[in-house]
């Protein structure tokens, strides 16, 4: 089956760190652009950073850069995503896309069907 599998995620402490990886099980990222999102209740979907699997190119949304590392493991055929300095702010469902387009901003809009492949969403919540 064709999908992709996220770990990562829980409880962090303000100030920490957390790391969330999203991996495809079926196929390679080589033809796919990894975007991460993340929705917190009653708040728009925001798009965080997205990987391009072709050439490696990276974006970051303007309201989390600095604080954002999207990195790939070729060996591990795994995307990662690293933050640091988290806050309550950042308590989100995070998920990981798989398609040909690099949405990033604090609202992210798009049809469904835009994305290929979804995984299936890791809670993070950020302690003060």
């Known amino acids: 089956q064709l999908q992709l599998v996220q770990s990562g995620g829980g409880l962090v402490q303000s100030g920490g760190s957390l790391r969330l990886s999203c991996a495809p099980s079926g196929f390679t990222l080589d033809h796919y652009t990894i975007n991460w999102f993340r929705q917190a209740p009653g708040k728009q979907r925001e798009g965080l950073a997205c990987f391009s699997g072709s050439d490696g190119a990276t974006e970051y949304a303007e309201h989390v850069k600095g604080r954002l590392t999207i990195s790939r493991d070729n060996v591990k055929n795994t995307v990662y995503l690293e933050m640091v300095s988290v806050k309550p702010d950042d308590s989100a469902n995070y998920s990981c896309?798989?398609?040909?387009?690099?949405?990033?901003?604090?609202?992210?809009?798009?049809?469904?069907?835009?994305?290929?492949?979804w995984g299936q969403g890791a809670q993070v919540t950020v302690s003060s």
């Open positions: 896309a798989a398609g040909q387009l690099c949405l990033v901003g604090q609202a992210v809009i798009f049809t469904p069907g835009a994305y290929d492949y």
